[in-house]
């Protein structure tokens, strides 16, 4: 491979890795904002109980959207934050794993397993990319 398309292909897994970050920061946000704006519609969809105090679904989407920004700060320059880059490969593969230890232990909520595999996905998607380019 010359060093053209060494650098082509380089380019195409950069923007693969830009795109999914991207991806998983629109879907924190959809979340933040689900729990904020519609948190009874989002737990009938999703038929999720809704946590106890009220003041927890803003206080976990303000999380959200910190780590939404994380996400688009490391797909504008992912050599600069690269580390956020790991966070979110951890991050989403705990996330999956948790999510479907408590579906296995809950039969009763069925959807947490879409969620668990929606984190996997990420962790997969992102660690694929990231590793592509690290090679």
């Known amino acids: ?18 795109a999914s970050l991207i991806a998983g920061a629109a879907y924190d946000v959809l ?3 689900l729990m904020v704006l ?14 106890g105090p009220p003041f ?3 206080l976990i989407a303000v999380f959200l959207l910190m780590l939404a920004a994380l996400y688009l700060a490391a797909a504008e320059d992912p050599r ?13 593969a705990a996330g999956a794993v948790v999510l479907g230890v408590i579906a296995l232990r809950r039969p009763d909520l069925p959807s947490l397993y879409l969620l668990a595999a929606a984190d996997a996905v990420f962790a997969l998607t ?7 380019l690290r090679t």
């Open 1 to 18: 491979m010359n060093r053209s398309d060494t650098l082509r292909s380089r380019l195409r897994w950069l923007g693969l890795l830009r």
């Open 31 to 33: 979340f933040a904002a």
């Open 38 to 51: 519609a948190p009874q519609a989002a737990s009938e969809h999703l038929a999720i109980p809704l946590p």
């Open 56 to 58: 927890y679904l803003p």
């Open 80 to 92: 600069r934050y690269s580390a956020v880059i790991l966070v979110a490969i951890f991050g989403r």
């Open 126 to 132: 992102h660690f694929l990319f990231w590793r592509r």
